[in-house]
């Protein structure tokens, strides 16, 4: 079946660490984002990228990165520049990259820094 | 810039009764608009969009929405909510490179 996954699905960190969350997709999409969500908030966007080996800052890009070096794959790395990381985060994918597309998301990885 | 407005942060229903969430957008141009929903803990899931044409759009879950225009607006409706409908609700509006500017959500809570 065709989709995103997200991993890990929890995931701990201590402060000053940095932290890599993974995400794959094999719906042969295009475009890939990441969303950061806090509660009664809606989804903000941190990165995306339209093409491998490019991307571009969204709204709340500061004490993030980034890469995309294969189409399937967009891994967000928190850093420990992020001050306030504990949050619900998305990956989400979509065709083209159009107005138009709809977006497909992954199941989220929940990231608490204790 | 685009922005996406949901009024109500939370609304209660009760099992059977029809169901009306509300949207706003502003958007400078024809928007492309778009229904999610998001159960607790997991990743959001398409349940309408509107590009053209028809008004009136049909999702899934038998959920349906009406774009008007005139009131900048994008409401989503349900006849009759079940009790699986209880989750989080996101009205977004499409914007270049296929990004998507989202509202606040708004919670459903079923009563049986």
């Known amino acids: 079946d065709g989709g995103i996954t997200q991993s890990p699905k929890y995931l701990f960190r201590k402060e000053g660490q940095n932290v890599t969350l993974s995400c794959e997709q094999n719906l042969n999409h295009d475009a890939m984002y990441w969303y950061r969500q806090d509660p009664g908030q809606g989804l903000r966007l941190i990165y995306y990228?339209?093409?491998?080996?490019?991307?571009q800052k969204g709204d709340i890009a500061e004490g993030y990165s980034v890469s995309r070096e294969k189409k399937e794959s967009f891994p967000l790395t928190v850093t420990s520049a992020q001050k306030n990381p504990t949050a619900f985060y998305l990956c989400a994918s979509t065709f083209r990259g159009g107005q138009n597309n709809e977006q497909f998301f992954g199941p989220g990885t929940r990231l608490t820094v204790l | 810039a685009q922005s996406v407005t949901q009024p109500d942060i939370h609304i209660t229903v009760s099992e059977g009764a029809s169901l009306e969430l509300r949207c706003n957008y502003s958007y400078g141009a024809t928007p492309y608009l778009f229904w999610y929903v998001q159960s607790p803990g997991q990743g959001l899931q398409l349940l309408l969009k509107y590009f053209s044409g028809d008004t009136l759009v049909q999702g899934i879950k038998g959920f349906e929405a009406e774009f008007k225009r005139s009131q900048s607006s994008f409401n989503l409706r349900k006849p009759s909510v079940h009790w699986s409908d209880a989750a989080e609700y996101f009205c977004?509006?499409?914007?270049?490179?296929?990004?998507?500017?989202f509202g606040d959500g708004t919670t459903l809570t079923v009563k049986p």
């Open positions: 977004a509006v499409g914007a270049r490179a296929g990004k998507s500017t």
């Open positions: 990228s339209q093409i491998v080996n490019d991307f």
